[in-house]
């Protein structure tokens, strides 16, 4: 099944008991608000679905996994309620994560920004390939990668957070976020990559459900305030991007 259009393609196909979600856009695979609403929706369908064990998430392509939010989305935010709607998309995707029953394996085949990073935080296991470099640029247009702080700290501590946020500008490799936590392997090309995908997820979806879906609930415990937290973090952020900072931030870059 799948919903395609002009903000944004977002596509699940079931084989056996693994389900693959894969999401895209023109614009290096970033997120405008409904594909995020999308994308919630979806994982909350899944979690339900006696029929699978196992979800993967990917992006289209083999280049970008993800450029985060929607710079069109973002620039034309003019109030708050606008600011902490458009933000929440981020929220209710972590949270939809957080709560699916079903383990997230994520593919992460190119270079990730900003919420992308977060999407990444949020699978329970990811395979990335040697290309697969991140960057939290949040900071340098003038607001903070807020929403997304409570998955990248759960993986990969404060102190690899606080280095990945004040570098804004800085890509760090595959193999710097592998050592940190968020990457679980990391391979020389898709190819071996997605060899390895194969047969890890076939492995997973042969194991007990039950036993998949109770383990997961431990890894996430203590996470439940984040119904709360990653709105209030959304709230906070649509302010910032109505700053004058990151107004002419935001134009600066457009031109």
């Not at 997304?148 to 990969?156: D, F």
């Amino acid at each position: 099944m799948g919903i395609k259009r002009e903000n944004g393609s977002l596509y699940t196909k079931i084989e056996g008991k693994v389900a693959h979600v894969e999401f895209g856009h023109p614009a290096g695979n970033s997120f405008v608000a409904e594909l995020l609403d999308r994308l919630a929706n979806t994982f909350h369908n899944l979690s339900e679905n006696p029929n699978i064990s196992v979800v993967v998430l990917k992006s289209e392509g083999d280049r970008v996994f993800c450029g985060g939010a929607s710079f069109n989305e973002l620039t034309a935010i003019t109030n708050l309620e606008e600011g902490k709607l458009f933000f929440s998309g981020f929220a209710h995707v972590i949270n939809a994560m957080r709560t699916c029953k079903k383990p997230i394996i994520g593919r992460v085949q190119g270079k990730t920004v900003g919420g992308g990073v977060g999407l990444a935080a949020a699978c329970d296991y990811v395979f990335a390939s040697v290309n697969a470099s991140i960057r939290l640029s949040e900071i340098s247009i003038g607001i903070a990668p807020l929403v997304i702080g409570p998955a990248l700290e759960r993986k990969m501590g404060k102190a690899a957070v606080s280095e990945l946020s004040f570098s804004p500008t800085e890509w760090k490799n595959a193999y710097w976020a592998n050592e940190k936590g968020l990457f679980s392997k990391v391979f020389d090309t898709i190819e071996e990559m997605d060899k390895e995908l194969d047969f890890s997820v076939s492995q997973l979806a042969g194991y007990n459900p039950k036993a998949l879906q109770e383990w997961k609930k431990v890894l996430w415990e203590g996470t439940s305030h984040w119904n709360d937290l990653l709105l209030e973090r959304a709230a906070i952020t649509g302010k910032l991007v109505l700053s004058e900072f990151t107004k002419n931030a935001l134009s600066k870059f457009k031109k």
